[in-house]
């Protein structure tokens, strides 16, 4: 008992005591913050990177693509553990603006193609709700307003659109009507240029009918295609169609390695199979990949940017350590009489360690409780207090015509949470742990200043 | 004499410690006999080696030869566990300095042994009955008024008082004093002797160091020590 009472004594009454507590309260209030916001980043984008390829992604790097696609579609249409799949043709594109408005900037770059059957891709992605006209109706995704002769286009925000302040895109109310020219390279399914020596390239005017925000680089990078306009400038529709990837989600509940194994084994089956067949070459480059492996490139940049996040942590904790060690030390320096007065009134070795022990454990418990709740209370008002310190002093901390996000993520993970009290605890006893023993290593006579003779 | 009526024997006590490059001898073959119920006063001057006998009296220190007997238990064959125990409830020490926990309150210091030698559990079923007898020994030594004080807020009296108090709470058999008075001015020393006198009256075993003839003729019996050894 008496442990606990001169725990919460040295705690409440000594001064040097509160730098260890406010030590404490700040790495944790510090890494709670952090945390929050990048681990609420990293999620967002891992999450983004998903809702754009769905679960599980047949696919081949060729520009060339592969065939019999539509045979494995039936296959998959059996598969019960499949919710929905999507074949896309990917290639790239010179793109050129026919006619302009003054809504949008005047476009001439290479881009990247993505030809989808708008329903079934929304149906596998969330296509559908990046669309910023045709959310509610995403079949009149490529269906142009003013002009029903040219095939309609749904290009990526980020490079018809400025962002204001806050990152929302200025979108005009109405649809901008502007046409462009699609340039692309038909491949043979050789891998030769379909029209060599003629007119090298396919090139097709398109109607500009939507935009669409994926929160990811294809926004910049990106312009969306009706499927078989798509396979036809690509030179993917000749007597063996063919596309470079099928995406795929799964029913909720299956799990993401089960399901891409089945639809791997499905595959190779399938491989097997058409063995056989015209360019059964092309079958054999694919590959069936979960959404993470083949975002990977995407994924890793969050990734690494997590692990420094860790590493970092990892830093402040040992430097919460020392900071604990220093105090510690300190207080048992100056507490050596009371170490001594202990031990003469018959208090053990093991009770003077278990009562410095107690005291960094109180160090640990209240300074997470302070840290979490002004963490607590700063993430709450994270945005609040950005956009003063916007109205104000014009920064931001995510210049939102840089970066992709809009609100600031604030929402406390527990488990994170948990985590940095752990952290919090072990580095404070860990800080304690070298002066406790010190401190039940001191002999009586030594501490009470008995030694004068 | 019958060895019953000793509470407290040490035989050819030595210790000495190392100063820098020499080894001082401290004590050299001192042997010791206190009686229950005596007050004995120890006079020697400053670093004849008083306190150091007074600390391996009371268990916190160790002699290097020598054997410290309580009530017939020879104090050096006890586990750490045990002497732990035997200076929580056999020994009460009154430093010079005081030596109060400035943490605490006046009431706080006095029940500390109390506290410290219980568990939690036995603590909370004991609490009222130590308080009761911390107020007590406080009130008895004019402190009644005093028990919500810290101790930076006491005289040095008052504080010398509370240390005598808190050596008194788990009712030692024996009360070891270190210079209690040599830190007050001489009418509060002599309210602290007579603390002492009353106390031995009611048959407490008192054993006190100091270097001050005048202070020591307050005890039934006076030893003098010189040169590491008792004359």
């Known amino acids: 008992m008496y442990k606990a009472i001169l725990a919460i004594r040295y705690l409440f009454k000594r001064r040097i005591s509160h730098f260890s507590l406010v030590a404490v309260a700040l790495c944790v209030f510090v890494v709670l913050v952090v945390m929050t916001v990048l681990s609420g ?69 290479t881009l990247k193609i993505a030809g989808i059957d708008p329903v079934s891709h929304s149906r596998v992605t969330g296509f559908a ?31 018809l659109f400025d962002r204001d302040s806050d990152g929302n895109y200025l ?39 939507d935009c669409a925000q994926s929160r990811i680089s294809a926004d910049w990078q990106t312009i969306y295609l009706p499927f078989k306009e798509a396979q036809l ?27 891409c194994e089945t639809i791997n084994a499905l595959w190779q089956n399938f491989v097997t199979k058409k063995a056989e067949a015209a360019h059964a070459n092309l079958l054999r480059k694919v590959k069936v990949q979960n959404w993470k ?39 048992v320096c100056h507490k050596t009489k009371d170490i001594g007065i202990l031990k003469s009134i018959g208090v053990s070795n093991a009770n003077i360690k278990a009562l410095f022990l107690s005291f960094a454990f109180l160090v640990a418990a209240c300074g997470s409780v302070i840290g979490t709740l002004a963490g607590w209370k700063f993430l709450v008002h994270i945005n609040q207090i950005e956009d003063w310190l916007f109205e104000h002093f014009g920064f931001q901390l995510f210049d939102r015509t840089m970066y992709a996000i809009g609100d600031i993520p604030n929402t406390i993970d527990l488990k994170v949470l948990a985590g940095i009290i752990s952290v919090a605890f072990l580095a404070c006893l860990a800080g304690a742990f070298i002066p406790s023993r010190q401190a039940a290593k001191l002999e009586p006579v030594d501490t009470l200043q008995v030694n004068q003779l | 004499m019958n060895d019953n009526n ?73 586990t750490n566990n045990k002497l732990n125990k035997f200076r929580n409830a056999m020994v009460g020490f009154v430093f010079q300095f005081y030596h109060l926990l400035d943490e605490l309150n006046v009431l706080e210091n006095v029940f500390l042994p109390a506290m410290a030698g219980k568990s939690v559990l036995g603590w909370i079923t004991s609490r009222a009955e130590a308080k009761k007898r911390a107020k007590d020994l406080l009130t008895q030594f004019g402190l009644a008024d005093r028990v919500n004080h810290k101790p930076y807020q006491l005289s040095g009296g008052e504080r010398q008082r509370t240390a005598i108090a808190r050596a008194l709470m788990n009712q030692p058999e024996l009360l070891l004093a270190d210079e209690p008075t040599g830190n007050l001015d001489s009418a509060t020393g002599n309210g602290i002797l007579d603390v002492f006198e009353k106390l031995n009256n009611n048959g407490q075993t008192i054993v006190m160091v100091t270097h001050d003839e005048r202070i020591a003729q307050r005890a039934q019996r006076i030893i003098t020590l010189t040169d590491g050894q008792i004359i």
């Not at chain 1, 993917?236 to 390695?257: S, T, W, Y």
């Not at chain 1, 490139?297 to 040992?318: D, H, L, P, R």
């Not at chain 2, 100063?19 to 042997?31: A, E, N, W, Y």
């Not at chain 2, 080696?49 to 238990?73: C, M």
Request: proline share 4%; hydrophobic share 45%.
């Open chain 1, 171 to 209: 979108i005009p109310e109405q649809i901008p009507q502007f046409e462009i020219d699609v340039t692309s390279f038909p491949l043979t399914a050789k891998g030769a240029l379909a029209k060599a020596g003629t007119g090298v390239v396919n090139t097709k005017t398109f109607a500009f009918t």
């Open chain 1, 293 to 331: 492996i083949y975002s990977r490139e995407m994924v890793a940049v969050a990734e690494t940017q997590q692990t420094m996040m860790i590493f970092c942590f990892a830093m402040i904790g040992i430097i919460t350590v020392f900071i604990v060690f220093v105090v510690f030390y300190m207080i």
């Open chain 1, 41 to 109: 980043l990293t999620s967002q984008f891992k999450n983004n990177a998903h809702l754009s390829v769905g679960d599980c992604i047949i696919s081949t790097k060729s520009l060339v693509g592969f065939a019999y696609y539509e045979q494995f579609l039936e296959i998959l249409d059996n598969e019960k553990i499949v919710e929905a799949a999507s074949p896309v043709i990917k290639n790239y594109a010179i793109v050129k603006s026919v006619t302009t408005s003054s809504a949008v900037p005047y476009i001439e770059r």
């Open chain 1, 233 to 259: 400038l690509c030179g993917m529709a000749g007597a063996e169609k063919r596309v470079n990837a099928i995406h795929i989600k799964f029913k909720p509940g299956v799990d993401l390695p089960t399901g």
């Open chain 1, 129 to 159: 709700d990046w669309l910023h006209y045709n959310k509610t109706d995403t079949a009149k995704a490529f269906e142009p307003v003013y002009d029903t002769n040219l095939p309609g286009c749904v290009m990526g925000v980020g490079f």
């Open chain 2, 6 to 78: 000793f509470i407290l024997k040490a035989e050819n006590l030595h210790k000495s410690y190392r100063m820098g490059r020499t080894q001082v001898s401290v004590l050299k073959g001192l042997d010791l006999a206190v009686k229950k119920g005596e007050f004995l006063a120890i006079v020697g001057a400053s670093g004849s080696g008083k306190s150091t006998l007074l600390h391996i009296l009371g268990a916190l220190d160790r002699p290097d030869k020598g054997v410290v007997s309580f009530k017939g238990q020879n104090l050096q064959q006890l």
